[in-house]
Nanobody
Framework: QVQLVESGGGLVQAGSSLRLSCAAS????????MDWFRQAPGLEREFVAR????????YYADSVKGRFTISRDNAKKTVSLQMKSLKPEDTAVYYC????????????????????WGQGTQVTVSS
């Protein structure tokens, strides 16, 4: 199985940048698509970004497109989310996830489509 552990969250000022990391274990990591989701208190967990198994294709939610960048290093078994120009509305618990969905390279994933999840890391953006 695959185990995911997020890190890099914290309290930052609006307009600043933050980089989240997700360390993965398991031999199947390189065959999986990787995703970032986020969940604010009282709200549903929402899709943020996705990178396919090879790293050659990415997809972003409209709310973060142009500000966030997802990337992966299959040799190191890590996935990163570089966040720029952070806004207070970006405040949430950010989760790393993995999926094996085919034919979902250009759409938002649902929570139920992901096979593995990390524990989450808190990102708080102050105004």
């Amino acid at each position: 199985q695959v185990q995911l552990v997020e890190s890099g969250g914290g309290l930052v000022q609006a307009g600043s940048s933050l980089r989240l990391s997700c360390a993965a274990s398991g031999r199947t990591f390189r065959t999986l698509n990787m995703d970032w989701f986020r969940q604010a208190p009282g709200l549903e967990r929402e899709f943020v970004a996705r990178v396919n198994w090879s790293g050659g294709s990415t997809y972003y939610a409209d709310s973060v497109k142009g500000r966030f960048t997802i990337s992966r290093d299959n040799a190191k078994k890590t996935v990163s989310l570089q966040m720029k120009s952070l806004k207070p509305e970006d405040t949430a618990v950010y989760y790393c996830a993995a999926d094996s969905v085919a034919g979902a390279t250009t759409r938002r994933l649902t929570q139920g489509e992901c096979d593995y999840w990390g524990q989450g890391t808190q990102v708080t953006v102050s105004s």
